[in-house]
């Protein structure tokens, strides 16, 4: 399987790099960043790319794909909805379509988040455009796509937030959330399982357009 991957350097992009570079059925993990990781391995192909509302330049690199697992994201604190939206939503968009039009047998898994609203009505903001941004995926020619919804998230692995507001949350909560999986183990999930769910439905379907916390620890 040729997994194409967006968002590789943040927390949930770390733990899904992870598990697709140890399924012996990932031969090939293209990984799209804007500035270059430094990590290294024989299956990872990474390509910095600067401007993710036009993808035209790499059309090469983006054909021939089994799988894109869409990671990319930025906290809505402190920005305009314009702000947020660009990234949210038209980045996401101008991937989406490309990849749409060069491979429409993909499984594109898109990373949401709990609470989003597709009636794109809602007081909130950053729910409103992740809701918006569902609906528009779902209406793409792909094979499968799907809408991951994770909750709270605990990082493995070394998986780590890049929005030092998140590091210090589970600097302070970190040693809790074992428990909390074990007493509550739908009320979180975790990058090793987000990662996994999204490597099932790439290669089986999902069993629904959106997956909440409690769906994606059962597959």
Same mark, same amino acid.
Request: glycine share 10%; with cysteine; aromatic share 8%.
């Given at each position: 399987?040729?997994?194409?991957?967006?968002?590789?350097?943040?927390?949930?992009?770390?733990?899904?790099?992870?598990?697709?570079?140890?399924?012996?059925?990932?031969?090939?993990?293209?990984?799209?960043?804007?500035?270059?990781?430094?990590?290294?391995?024989?299956?990872?192909?990474?390509?910095?790319?600067?401007?993710?509302?036009?993808?035209?330049?790499?059309?090469?690199?983006?054909?021939?794909?089994?799988?894109?697992?869409?990671?990319?994201?930025?906290?809505?604190?402190?920005?305009?909805?314009?702000?947020?939206?660009?990234?949210?939503?038209?980045?996401?968009?101008?991937?989406?379509?490309?990849?749409?039009?060069?491979?429409?047998?993909?499984?594109?898994?898109?990373?949401?988040?709990?609470?989003?609203?597709?009636?794109? =009505?809602? +007081? %909130?903001?950053?729910? /409103?455009?992740?809701?918006?941004?569902?609906?528009?995926? !779902?209406? $793409?020619?792909? #094979?499968?796509?799907?809408?991951?919804?994770?909750?709270?998230?605990?990082?493995?692995?070394?998986? =780590?937030? +890049? %929005?030092?507001?998140? /590091?210090?949350?589970?600097?302070?909560?970190?040693?809790? !959330?074992? $428990?909390?999986? #074990?007493?509550?183990?739908?009320?979180?999930?975790?990058?090793?399982?987000?990662?996994?769910?999204?490597?099932?439905?790439?290669?089986?379907?999902?069993?629904?357009?959106?997956?909440?916390?409690?769906?994606?620890?059962?597959?």
């Amino acid at each position: 399987m040729r997994v194409l991957l967006f968002g590789a350097t943040g927390m949930i992009g770390q733990g899904v790099l992870r598990e697709c570079l140890q399924d012996p059925e990932v031969t090939r993990v293209l990984s799209i960043v804007r500035n270059g990781s430094g990590e290294a391995h024989a299956k990872l192909e990474e390509v910095v790319h600067g401007d993710f509302t036009n993808f035209t330049v790499l059309e090469g690199h983006l054909a021939g794909l089994d799988a894109c697992f869409f990671c990319l994201g930025i906290s809505a604190a402190g920005l305009d909805e314009p702000s947020y939206a660009r990234v949210t939503f038209d980045f996401t968009l101008a991937a989406a379509r490309t990849l749409a039009r060069l491979n429409p047998a993909m499984a594109f898994i898109y990373v949401s988040g709990q609470g989003s609203d597709r009636t794109e =009505r809602g +007081r %909130t903001m950053w729910a /409103r455009v992740k809701g918006r941004t569902e609906n528009a995926l !779902l209406q $793409l020619p792909f #094979r499968t796509v799907c809408a991951f919804r994770p909750g709270a998230i605990q990082p493995l692995h070394g998986a =780590r937030s +890049r %929005t030092r507001l998140y /590091r210090i949350a589970y600097a302070l909560l970190g040693p809790f !959330l074992p $428990l909390l999986k #074990r007493v509550a183990p739908d009320a979180l999930t975790t990058t090793e399982q987000i990662g996994r769910a999204m490597l099932r439905v790439a290669r089986e379907g999902a069993p629904g357009p959106v997956l909440e916390t409690r769906d994606i620890n059962r597959l």
